[in-house]
């Protein structure tokens, strides 16, 4: 069953699932977040849906085995780079974290976006876990309503 989380300035949705008390909080250095941030922005796609791009946080399908997978779906700069900060405590959690992106000159209708991220989460997040932050979040919840429309 998929999971969705929301996140957002005011507030938080958390279906049921397994307690996330395996996470901690990020303790990283701002230039170790800007290290990361620059390497989100060089770290080419994994896959591509429609207009969106997705990217593996870990480097091969082995590291990924017996995690559960995690799709971020990013605000409004729609680039990843605010879930840069987070990766390492999800890795260390045991998460298998995904990032959705466009391009910059991109400009896709909502319901293309909220198709690929419904699309990605059929393929690819069985059992897993979607977060979406501020205007991700109401991609992610379109995207759950689209998939429950359809009875998946």
Do not use: H
């Amino acid at each position: 069953m998929l999971s969705l989380l929301l996140l957002t300035a005011t507030t938080a949705f958390t279906a049921t699932r397994v307690p996330a008390t395996r996470l901690v909080a990020a303790r990283a250095s701002t230039t170790e977040m800007l290290d990361t941030a620059k390497s989100i922005l060089e770290k080419p796609a994994t896959l591509q849906l429609g207009p969106l791009s997705f990217t593996r946080a870990l480097d091969d399908d082995a590291d990924a085995q017996d995690r559960e997978p995690l799709l971020y779906v990013p605000g409004i700069e729609f680039r990843g780079i605010s879930i840069a900060a987070q990766l390492p405590a999800l890795i260390e959690g045991g998460y298998d974290p995904w990032f959705c992106w466009v391009d910059g000159t991109d400009r896709s209708p909502f319901d293309e976006v909220v198709g690929a991220v419904a699309e990605f989460s059929r393929a690819k997040l069985q059992n897993g876990v979607l977060v979406g932050e501020s205007l991700g979040g109401l991609v992610a919840a379109a995207a759950i309503m689209e998939l429950s429309d359809g009875n998946e």
